[in-house]
Structure formats: structure tokens, C-alpha cells
């Protein structure tokens, strides 16, 4: 049982603030995987990892459904919103590293302890004492002026989902007083996989809180979800066991239609690029720092979105294929003269 | 190389032929699939018969058919979709110019003009919708009755508000995006408070540039006022959910076709290549409705299976089988042949594919009418330039049309027409962009950015309207076969006949008039020029058109009253042949200016509940687990 359970709105605030970063985190390392793939192969990987990435959005703007529903106010522009890579996420009695790799067998078993599934029980919200780490994110940690830890993601998770029990009990509906202006409908939102869920009450609040779980963890570690979509952890074991998984099969046998993996596909681009590894002046440099102005003029822009006026995410779309295009340019940058390594998008916000 | 079975649904020749169907369908595509999921959510036994092969149900499959299309030096119809003797298909490139008395026989089809037909369908799992923009208009309750409204061609032997209930199922079945309230003219009607299942696609910026300046424009015609309006175009395509359709229950895009999960196409993301093939398979495609059917557990899958001759029992008039050629290997000639029985019969190839099988199955029909009343769109395109780039090459390929003059008692003078408003820019007239590129690189020695600039300069101020003209059925518009002309597998090819009648090329003249006004009003450049050395193009009161075709086959098996002036009834059965319906564009009386796939797809889901009800009656009583929506 955790010694901090949130017992306040303030406190149920700042674990989904918490969440939205923690959702937030997990796209730009699936997005450098993403692009990184030689345009016109490793079909199935990109897929995947397509797939994913949507669904973390989605995970994302639910989050932030559940706290504007409960009054709060989601920014995406605060400092250091955009952890520094590699940062850490939590993961039983250690932390993992989570970085900005190309797609590679390393990138796929970090992604793969993203989304492993939590302990069948569900009952304890477990934690544990680890010494601080400066990027580690909040989501790990239980409070402020604590170093005690979240055992799992899954469990952060949980302990919202008990403030939530705990508070609506305390405050009744009015727990849920925000605007539901500000609630992200489907009519602005769609993704592949499951539905946006706008959140008024406790009901809809657990709703979104389980789809985000077992979107990522499958339900105790079933292959697939309560809708029958199959859960982030088995979509990319798929890549490493080379075969679909269907209905029927058990977790680590898939007896689907074979997945082909092409490794070498892929621009060999530098591990956690840095803009100060390109050179001053130099055009390679300026794009670096373009795709950064522009991705933070994107997260400006779903805060926005997110603070009462949904419609712009519209406008967010055309800003997602920008993105795209800026990392492909620098993606196809050799940093030296044998193209052993290619430049990179940063991510530094 | 040989292709392998899915073996959860594709069933092996020798299978297909062992089982006893309930229904057995030819063709895969819109027609075919609707009444497959149909029929079997209604407990039925069906097998479907496609002669391309079992491709792209698969993401990674779909991207090949994609490659492919990029890969293409021509952007045609059908460039996403390898080429097979076994199953040829037409391809806009293989017409020509003809010369009087000659037939061009280059393609698969055998052309004898006099007008050189440009139109295409395609052979392949899904049909003609894996190449269709997605343009999903209703069709105007004056073009059921153009006999008793205007002394022209025949009425139908159903009416508008007979097909409404059908085309909400079909709108719900294809996916349509559109808005109601911009459908409010020539008399449409919908259900009270209906909504699409999507809200229409956004408007594109050239939409509303061409908005301002045309909105209200009159045209005075044979004594009426029309005053025009640019309006959305109701198309399957998937947008924003209508939250307030089917009563407030809302609607769920159906996204990507694949085997495995693969969260994409849920939205239309303007890639402007909706036809031949959308990226991101966000337009429909028959594919969904087939993957549904197959989803039921039963539907048998047969492909690489062309079916090859309808037999009939002489006495009764029933057809006892249909046969079929099965082959392994689309580039080998080799195959078996096999016979499918069941109780009843779907034809749904096409048009032209279900008149050339059954003329090739010596089928011509008591009236004589099988392949006669050939019809498709005749389509005059206007292009020009306007005075600021108006963003080309944005957005799915059509977004708005001009339909004020789809109808109205000039119709007794002349066609009736609507101009799309294209986003694509000049493409289908010109080539662009891919001429325009050309022409800057090669001949003008441009490069950097300044051919960027000149890009930007010269392609996004481009408009293309596209006249589509209605063609009236006539018997000596047709498809025939003739033994003379057979494919590798020997079957025989489509011989087409097709002109057009000064009532239609009247309406040309007239639209090429109004696209002059337009142009002028918009402050564009009219750069249209039609040359005769084009296939297409044709001379009328001293002035040249060239008219391409819109791959809107139909009229092949025409529905009426009776089997002496048609070939199937309202339900699409054949007047000859009981237990036979001929299904598609080819039961329709006419075509109006709508695009056929809307009506097709509405006329098969009323097929469906008749065959349902035929079989029911004849056997034990089914489950009835209807799909289709309400709202």
C-alpha cells in the first residue's frame, strides 16, 4: 500500500498532470523508431509502431479528458513537460531507460518493458524507495518530497483510479464540476484503436482509465483487451517472434500470418541526438531547431486544444505530417563522410 | 508464381465444388459483397466467386498494391493491380483513336466506336471499388420517371421513395460523409431527420474561392431560372462521425481492411489520390463489406476462379450451374475447370462482365436486351487557371459540385449534367502534375527553388470542373462477344459499341458554354482544348469536344415491367431465369448524373431481402439477423 494515497483534488491534479507527461513521453521514442524505417519497408514494424503511437495519443487526451473533468487544466508548455532523453520510467525495484533509438531489437525490448504487463493481482498499489534521478519522470514518483516510488506503471495508474473512488465519495458529483466544454469528443478525435471517451463522472472517468490500461498492459495480461484489440506488449513481441498473433492463441506462441522484419531497413541515426552534436551554423543544425520550435508550437497548440477549444485539433493534423517530413529530412542526414550514423530529431523542448 | 489460401475462408476449387450453397455470387465487388454479408447474417450459405486473386486483405498486401501505383509510369485506373491474362481488365491506355471500320482490339476490350470509350473497370478482390473515387450521390427522384416527366428513354419500374429506405443501408454500409442540408434541391428527399453516418468532407479552400464568386450565378434555361449553388459531395469516405446519426446512437468509421489488427483509415487525411487507390485506405472499398461477410463464417471464398458459362435447365428456366476456371498461377494459362450449384444465382461481375458471360453462355435473354443499353457518363472536362493559387493537390479529390442542373424540363432538349470541382488540379485532363514537373525539368531547364516556385505558381492555381453528362440508354449502345476475339484462358472478350446522341452532346455544348461564363466570372484563364486527334473526341454544330468516359458501366441487363422491353424486374431477377438475378449498374433503366455505386449498392440490399424471402420460403425458416441501419 502506497504511504501517499491521493487524498485531495490537488493531488489528484498532479497525478494526472503526471500522466499526461508520462503518456506524453513514450511518443517520441515510438515516433524515432517510427521514422526511422526505410520509407517502403518493414511494412509490419511500421504498423506496429504506428499503431502504438496512436494509441498513446489517445491515452494522452484521454488523461487529460479525466482532468479537465475534474477542474484541472492540462499544459503541455510547462518546463521540462518534454523529459530529456533518455529518461527513466519506473519499473518494479529498478528504473529503465527509455531513449531516442532507431528501430532495433534494443528499441523493440525497451518498448516492450513500456508495456509489460502489470501483476495479475490487483488489488496492491505497490512502491518502492529508489535513490532520485534529475530525469526521472513525475509519474514514477509518489510525491513531491518523497522517494518513494511507483512499483509499475500500471500501479501509478491504480493509485488514480483510488483517488478518483476516494474523492468522488468524498465530494460526490461535484468532483466533477469542470467544463465539459473542454472535453475532447469523438467528433474531434479519432484514433485506430478505441474510442476517445469523454469523462462527466466517475463512470466515465474508470472507462478512460481502462482503456488506457489495457490498451498498453492487455487485462491481466490477456493478449487481447476488453474489446478485443490486442494490447501494446504483444503487438511488438509480433515483431520479435515473426508471427500475427489471433484469437485462440496463448502469450508468447502467436499463430497468426508471419511478420517480416527487415533490421537493416533503417537509417542508422544517432542514439539521443543532441542539437549540439551538429555543428553551429549549420544547416543541419537550423532543421534540428526547427523540428524542435515546431514540435513545441504543436504541444502549444494541443494545450490549447486541451484548454477549450477542441476544433484546433484540426489544426494539429497538419502540424503531425510537418513533423514527419522534418524528421525524414534530418533522418536522411549523414552525420560523417562513411554515413555510418544519420542526424536525428531531438526532442528538446 | 503460385498464390496461397487463406485457409479460414478461401475454399479450393474442388471444395467449392463439392458443397451445396444456398447462394452462389460472381464478383466480389460492391454488388457482390453487399449481398454476400446480407445473405449470410441472414444465415445463409454462400460462395463468392472472384476471378482476381485473393490480395490485400492484408495491410502489408494493400502497401504492395500501393508501390505498385507509385512505381507506375502511368497513372491509370488500374496501375496499382498486376497485370493477368487470366482475368485481363481494361486500361484507359489502351485506347486509341480508331479508324473508321476498324476495330481496335489492343486491350481486353474490343472496341468499335464510333466513340473511343476511355472507361475501366477493375478485376480484382473488391472490383471496380478498388479503383472508384467514392463519389456516393443519390439519384434524383425526376430520374426514375424521365419517360412520364419528359418523353425520354423509360421510366423505371420502381420510384425514388421505393430505393430511399435502401440507400440510407447503403449510405450506412459505404460509409458516406455528406451533409443533408446541403442535398435540399431537384426534389431529393430524405427522411425526416436523417443525417449521414460522417459530416461531410471540409470544404476545400478552392470550394469556397469558387463559392464566392458562383453562388447564386442564374442560368436560364428552356424557360426555368436556375440559380447555382456550389455543394458538398455526399462520398464514402470516412470523416467526422455524425454524433446525431441513427437516432443519436452515433456511427463508427470502418477503417482498414487487414487479417491482423491495423488501426488506419479511420480518416480521410487529403492525400488526393482517392482514385485509383487512397493511402491510407480511408475511402471504401468492397473489401470491408466482403471482410464482414467473411467474418460471419459463411461465405466461401473462391478466387482465381473465372466463371465461364451459366447453364440452364431448358424446361424450367433455372439455372442448375454456373462454371468456372480455376487457376494457380496468375502468369500460367493452366486451370481446371469446376462447377458451383446452388439454389440461387448472383451475377454481379458488371455492366459489361456479367452481359459478356451471359451472351458467352448463348444467354441473350427473351427480349434480346442482355449487353444492349450500354451507358456510362459522358464526362467533358474544363480546365483553366486561376488568378491566385487556389491550393491544388489538397484534399480528397472532390469535395463540392454544381448539381442545380441535374434536372428540369430541358431534359425533354437535352442531357442533364453536373460539374465536380476537382482538388487534384488538372490531372485528369493534362497529366498534371507529373506533365507539369516535366515540362519545367526537360523543357524549361528549371531547378532549385525556383522550380519549386514555378511548381507552386503553376499547379496550385490550377481548376479542373468536370462536366458529367447523363447518357440515355439505346439499344445500339452495347456489348456483344464475338469468337473471333477470346483471352488466354479462351473466354471471350467484351465487344463494345458505344456513341453518343446529339441529346447528349447538346448538353456538352451547353456545359463547355456555362464553363466559359464560369471561367470568366472567376477571373481564371481557360486553358481547355480539345484536340481531334484525341480518342474521345467528337465534332457537334461546328464546334470539337473530347468526351472521356466515366467508368460508369450500366444498363446491360435493364430492369422494367416486362420481359419483353427488359431483362430483370425491380428485384433484379432475370424474367427468363427464376433463380437467377443479375446484380449491378447493369439493371439500371438509367443513369441520371449520379455516380452508379450509390444505386447499386441500394438495389442489391433490396435483391438481398428478396432472395432471402425466396429462400425462406423454399426451405426452413433462418435466423434473421439483418445487419443494415436504421436512422
Not at chain 1, 505497490?126 to 511507483?150: C, I
Not at chain 2, 441513427?246 to 479511420?266: K, N, T, W
Not at chain 2, 487529403?270 to 493511402?279: D, E, F, M, Q
Request: charged fraction near 20%; aromatic fraction near 8%.
Amino acid at each position: 500500500m502506497s504511504l501517499h494515497p491521493i487524498t485531495d483534488v490537488a493531488g489528484l491534479h498532479r497525478h494526472l498532470e503526471a500522466a499526461i507527461q508520462l503518456e506524453h513521453a513514450t511518443i517520441p521514442p515510438y515516433l524515432t523508431a517510427l521514422y526511422s524505417i526505410r520509407p517502403g519497408t518493414n511494412s509490419a514494424a511500421l504498423q506496429v509502431l504506428r499503431a502504438v503511437a496512436v494509441e498513446e495519443m489517445l491515452h494522452l487526451t484521454l488523461s487529460a479528458n479525466i482532468l479537465n473533468a475534474v477542474g484541472g487544466s492540462p499544459d503541455l508548455t510547462v518546463p521540462g513537460f518534454v523529459p530529456a532523453f533518455p529518461a527513466y520510467l519506473p519499473d518494479g525495484e529498478t528504473d529503465f531507460e527509455v531513449g531516442l533509438r532507431r528501430f532495433s531489437t534494443e528499441a523493440i525490448d525497451t518498448f516492450l518493458k513500456i508495456e509489460r504487463p502489470a501483476p495479475a493481482d490487483g488489488e496492491s498499489i505497490r512502491t518502492v524507495e529508489r535513490p532520485p534521478r534529475p530525469t526521472m519522470l513525475g509519474a514514477g514518483k509518489v510525491a513531491d518530497d518523497s522517494e518513494e516510488h511507483f512499483y509499475s506503471i500500471g500501479e501509478f495508474y491504480r493509485a488514480i483510479e483510488d483517488g478518483l473512488i476516494r474523492l468522488e465519495a468524498e465530494h460526490g458529483p461535484e468532483l466533477f464540476a469542470g467544463d465539459p466544454r473542454r472535453q475532447i469528443t469523438p467528433e474531434f478525435y479519432y484514433s485506430g484503436g478505441g474510442e476517445i471517451i469523454p469523462v462527466t463522472d466517475l463512470t466515465s472517468a474508470r472507462a478512460a482509465i481502462r482503456l488506457i490500461a489495457e490498451q498498453g498492459e492487455g487485462d491481466g495480461g490477456a493478449i487481447f483487451d476488453y474489446e478485443d484489440e490486442i494490447a501494446h506488449y504483444y503487438r511488438f513481441q509480433q515483431l520479435v517472434l515473426g508471427r500475427y498473433y489471433q484469437a485462440g492463441d496463448v502469450a508468447g506462441s502467436p499463430s497468426g500470418l508471419p511478420v517480416d522484419v527487415d533490421w537493416g531497413a533503417v537509417y542508422p541515426i544517432k542514439t539521443n541526438a543532441r542539437v549540439s552534436d551538429y555543428p553551429e551554423g549549420s544547416e543541419l543544425r537550423r532543421a534540428a531547431e526547427a523540428f524542435n520550435r515546431d514540435y513545441a508550437g504543436f504541444l502549444a497548440l494541443l494545450t490549447g486544444a486541451f484548454q477549450g477549444e477542441p476544433a484546433r485539433l484540426n489544426d494539429a493534423m497538419g502540424d503531425m505530417f510537418r513533423l514527419k517530413d522534418l524528421a525524414g529530412q534530418l533522418m536522411r542526414q549523414p552525420l560523417d563522410a562513411a554515413g555510418m550514423e544519420h542526424a536525428a530529431p531531438t526532442f528538446e523542448v | 508464381m503460385t498464390e496461397e489460401r487463406n485457409d479460414r475462408f478461401e475454399v479450393s476449387p474442388e471444395a467449392a465444388s463439392s458443397i451445396a450453397y444456398d447462394v452462389a455470387v460472381v464478383g466480389s465487388g460492391v454488388s457482390g459483397a453487399l449481398i454476400a454479408k446480407e445473405l449470410s447474417g441472414r444465415g445463409l450459405r454462400v460462395l463468392v466467386i472472384e476471378a482476381g486473386p485473393s490480395h490485400d486483405l492484408t495491410v502489408a498486401e494493400y502497401e504492395t498494391s500501393l508501390r505498385r501505383f507509385y512505381g507506375a509510369a502511368s497513372k491509370d485506373n488500374n496501375a496499382p493491380y498486376a497485370a493477368n491474362a487470366n482475368a485481363p481488365m481494361p486500361r484507359s491506355t489502351d485506347t486509341t483513336k480508331l479508324r473508321p471500320g476498324e476495330p481496335n482490339a489492343d486491350g481486353y476490350l474490343v472496341q468499335l466506336g464510333p466513340l473511343e470509350l476511355d472507361s475501366t473497370y477493375t478485376r480484382v478482390l473488391g472490383g471496380t471499388s478498388r479503383h472508384w473515387e467514392g463519389k456516393a450521390l443519390r439519384m434524383l427522384p425526376d430520374d426514375f420517371a424521365l419517360r412520364s416527366r419528359f418523353g425520354r428513354a423509360a421510366d423505371w419500374p420502381l420510384g425514388y421513395d421505393d430505393l430511399e429506405p435502401y440507400y440510407r443501408r447503403a449510405e450506412f454500409e459505404l460509409g458516406v460523409a455528406g451533409e443533408v442540408e446541403e442535398q435540399d434541391f431537384a426534389g431529393l428527399r430524405f427522411a425526416p431527420d436523417y443525417v449521414y453516418p460522417m459530416h461531410g468532407m471540409p470544404r476545400s479552400h478552392l470550394d469556397r474561392v469558387i463559392a464566392d464568386d458562383l453562388d447564386g450565378l442564374e442560368v436560364a434555361r428552356d424557360g426555368e431560372t436556375f440559380a447555382l449553388s456550389v455543394r458538398g459531395t455526399p462520398q464514402a469516405r470516412n470523416g467526422v462521425p455524425n454524433a446525431a446519426y441513427d437516432g443519436g446512437r452515433g456511427y463508427r468509421p470502418v477503417g482498414a481492411v487487414s487479417l491482423h489488427q491495423a488501426e488506419l483509415g479511420e480518416r480521410c487525411q487529403g492525400n488526393t489520390n482517392c482514385t485509383p487507390i487512397c493511402p491510407v485506405q480511408a475511402k471504401y472499398d468492397a473489401r470491408r463489406t466482403l471482410f464482414q461477410a467473411l467474418g460471419t463464417g459463411r461465405v466461401d471464398l473462391l478466387t482465381q476462379a473465372v466463371a465461364s458459362e451459366v447453364h440452364v435447365d431448358p424446361a424450367s428456366g433455372r439455372v442448375t450451374a454456373i462454371d468456372y476456371q480455376a487457376y494457380a498461377d496468375p502468369a500460367s494459362a493452366e486451370h481446371v475447370t469446376g462447377t458451383v450449384r446452388a439454389d440461387v444465382f448472383v451475377l454481379a461481375g458488371n455492366a459489361v462482365e456479367n452481359a459478356r458471360l451471359m451472351l458467352a453462355s448463348g444467354l441473350t435473354g427473351s427480349s434480346g436486351l442482355v449487353g444492349r443499353n450500354l451507358m456510362d457518363h459522358a464526362y467533358l472536362l474544363t480546365w483553366a487557371l486561376m488568378p491566385e493559387p487556389v491550393g491544388a493537390l489538397r484534399g480528397p479529390l472532390c469535395t463540392s459540385g454544381i448539381e442545380d442542373l441535374r434536372t428540369g424540363a430541358f431534359r425533354r432538349q437535352h442531357a442533364a449534367f453536373r460539374f465536380g470541382i476537382h482538388n487534384d488540379g488538372w490531372g485528369w485532363a493534362t497529366g498534371s502534375p507529373y506533365g507539369d514537373l516535366e515540362e519545367l525539368v526537360d523543357r524549361r531547364n528549371t531547378f532549385g527553388p525556383a522550380l519549386r516556385r514555378a511548381l507552386v505558381q503553376q499547379i496550385s492555381r490550377q481548376v479542373l470542373m468536370a462536366g458529367m453528362i447523363e447518357v440515355l440508354p439505346d439499344e445500339s449502345n452495347r456489348v456483344t462477344v464475338d469468337p473471333r476475339y477470346r483471352d488466354r484462358l479462351g473466354n471471350p472478350r467484351p465487344v463494345v459499341s458505344f456513341g453518343v446522341p446529339p441529346y447528349t452532346l447538346e448538353a456538352a455544348a451547353f456545359a463547355r458554354r456555362l464553363s466559359r461564363r464560369l471561367y470568366q466570372r472567376l477571373g481564371a484563364e481557360d486553358h481547355t482544348a480539345y484536340h481531334p486527334a484525341e480518342p474521345g473526341w467528337v465534332s457537334y454544330q461546328g464546334e470539337g469536344y473530347v468526351l472521356r468516359g466515366g467508368n460508369h458501366w450500366a444498363g446491360t441487363h435493364v430492369m422494367g415491367t416486362s420481359p419483353r422491353a427488359s431483362v430483370v424486374d425491380a428485384d433484379q431477377r432475370s424474367w427468363d431465369h427464376p433463380n437467377l438475378f443479375l446484380a449491378g449498374a447493369g439493371s439500371m433503366a438509367s443513369i441520371g448524373t449520379s455516380n452508379t455505386t450509390l444505386t447499386l449498392a441500394a438495389l442489391c440490399l433490396r435483391s438481398a431481402d428478396t432472395i432471402a424471402k425466396d429462400l425462406e420460403t423454399a426451405a426452413a425458416p433462418v435466423t434473421a439477423t439483418a445487419g443494415g441501419a436504421g436512422a
